[in-house]
């Protein structure tokens, strides 16, 4: 399995941005695809985004559309989630995870075998 460690995340005023990473270990991470969850308070996890092994595909939540970008650099076994435009909403703990089930299943927890401990994204308005 792959081991991840999230970092980047903390309190930001609406508007602004932040730039999550997630560190994996191991030397399969090329082969793997990476997904960014998070969970609200009170409320269950979900899907906000999902990058291919190699990076040629990328996947949304709609509510973060044209806001967060997903990105990979395979060469430091790293994913990033770029997020601007934060709203109060966005407020959440952060997920990433690894996947190595196809791509059509990415937007599914169930996806994905192996999570990191999540980090604290918190918005104000």
């Known amino acids: 399995q792959v081991q991840l460690v999230e970092s980047g995340g903390g309190l930001v005023q609406a508007g602004g941005s932040l730039r999550l990473s997630c560190e994996a270990s191991g030397r399969t991470f090329s082969s793997v695809n990476m997904g960014w969850f998070r969970q609200a308070p009170g409320k269950e996890r979900e899907f906000v985004a999902a990058?291919?092994?190699?990076?040629?595909?990328?996947y949304y939540t709609e509510s973060v559309k044209g806001r967060f970008t997903i990105s990979r650099d395979n060469t430091k076994n790293t994913v990033y989630l770029q997020m601007n435009s934060l709203k109060p909403e966005d407020t959440a703990v952060y997920y990433c995870a690894a996947s190595g089930r196809s791509l059509a299943t990415l937007r599914s927890i169930s996806a994905y075998a192996s999570w990191g401990q999540g980090t604290q994204v918190t918005v104000s308005s």
């Open positions: 990058i291919s092994n190699r990076g040629y595909n990328t």
